[in-house]
């Protein structure tokens, strides 16, 4: 989660660019809808966009010396330090 890279979804015309620093978790809860937890405490549910949804290719995971690769799919909650 670098301040570089953000996360785009949209909920209800409003579209959503979050830099990944400000998110404390990630929560899928269908095929297209995620609750984005910010660190403030904020909640968001996000839809529509392929960060969000089913269209997401999977995520890397840096921990310890070997990255490894989950399919979004496989993603249930992701919480960062």
């Known amino acids: 989660s670098r301040g570089w890279e953000i996360l785009n979804g949209s909920y209800e015309d409003?579209?959503?660019?979050?830099?990944?620093?400000?998110i404390r978790s990630?929560?899928?809860?269908?095929?297209?809808?995620t609750i984005v937890t910010l660190k403030n405490g904020?909640?968001?549910?996000?839809?529509d966009e392929t960060d969000v949804?089913?269209?997401?290719?999977?995520v890397i995971?840096?921990?310890?010396?070997e990255p490894g690769y989950l399919?979004?799919?496989?993603?249930?909650?992701?919480e960062f330090e």
Do not use: C, F, K
């Not at 990630?26 to 809808?33: G, K, V």
């Not at 904020?42 to 839809?47: A, C, D, F, R, T």
């Not at 949804?53 to 999977?58: I, R, V, Y």
């Not at 995971?61 to 010396?65: E, I, K, L, Q, Y």
């Open 61 to 65: 995971v840096v921990s310890g010396s």
């Open 14 to 22: 409003v579209e959503y660019h979050i830099p990944m620093t400000m």
């Open 71 to 78: 399919e979004w799919d496989e993603v249930a909650r992701i």
């Open 42 to 47: 904020q909640e968001l549910v996000l839809e």
């Open 53 to 58: 949804s089913d269209d997401n290719a999977g």
């Open 26 to 33: 990630l929560e899928r809860t269908t095929r297209d809808r």
